[in-house]
């Protein structure tokens, strides 16, 4: 391979379309040539190309005082993140990784180059979510169980790690070098535990009223009632008058469909329009087994294999700081409550 005149620089990055109007020209001398001075020592600049900008930058290179002359190519650069299990969340960016359909997944690549989510704050109402976790970006939340500050998830509980899965699918911090990245990876958590004891509609209520109230734009919800049958859930009006105001406030209220792979167009609380429901896909692409479906499933989105956040050390799912088995309409749920964040990040 021949010595090229100038240093080669190799970028992380791929060519969105080769087509250019603009030529960048390395002159020996400055002011050898009239253009668009870049930075530097001022003899590079930057002209527009007539008709055919690599034609054009050819037949520059064999003019007197010209060093190089290259095309001001259009490049479409794609971030690169080092936390080391991005590259087995399929659900992000599905390329066929471990033998698996490519493209199905949410094209979060694509998203990361307009945002990261930054500056959005997702509720996370669930079972707590592990204050300790250092993939996870939180602010103050509330504990409707014990009605207190201290939204820590109760180790009692069979939905102990419940929540902070849900966190990390929806927020995981991006680029810090450890575990991996959630759907908004540079929005912020805010913990609202609402599962392990007694819960009663009120606190429903309160809990997405207050939420959205605190700075919330997004509030996930991975839950339904146990008493849930293939015959639906009853309309309760204070959950409706509470999804009407968190509407009014100008968040957005996402809510798994449930797994128990039923038809629910019967569903009382998920027929309401202010309510996003999520049912949940494999990564064939098809429905999964257990999912709800019917016309009030709003949009479906990945799940089962997901890599999400754990609780720290001991009695989680895992035991270990990351889960790699996420699955069902909780897992899809905060997916979705991950691309509102995007949304509302940009707009």
Known sequence: MPTLPYPVLLLNLAFAAPMTDWIVVRLEEQGALEGQVLAGDGRTVRIHAQTDAVVEARELMRQPGVVWAEPDWILELTPTLDDPYLPDQWHLENTGQNGLFPGVDLNAPAAWDMTNGEGVIIAIVDSGVDPNHPDLDQVAGWDYVDGDADPTPDPESDSFAHGTACAGVAAAVGDNGQGGVGVAWGAQIMPVRLLGGNTYTSDVHDAWIEAAEGGAKVISNSWSYSAQTCDGVPSIYL??????????????????????????????IHQNPELT?????????????????????????????????????????????????????????PMVAGVYALMFSVN
Do not use: F, R
């Open 239 to 268: 959950l409706e008058l509470a999804m009407k105001e968190v509407d009014e406030l100008g968040s957005l209220l996402v809510m798994s469909a449930g797994n128990a792979g039923c038809d629910m167009s019967n569903d009382g």
């Open 277 to 333: 429901s999520v049912g949940a896909i494999t990564d064939q692409d098809v429905l999964t087994w257990y999912s709800n479906y019917g016309e009030l499933v709003d949009v479906v989105a990945p799940s089962g294999g997901i890599i999400t956040t754990d609780i720290v050390g001991e009695g989680g799912y895992s035991h270990d700081d990351y889960y790699w088995g996420y699955s069902g309409t909780s897992a899809s749920a």
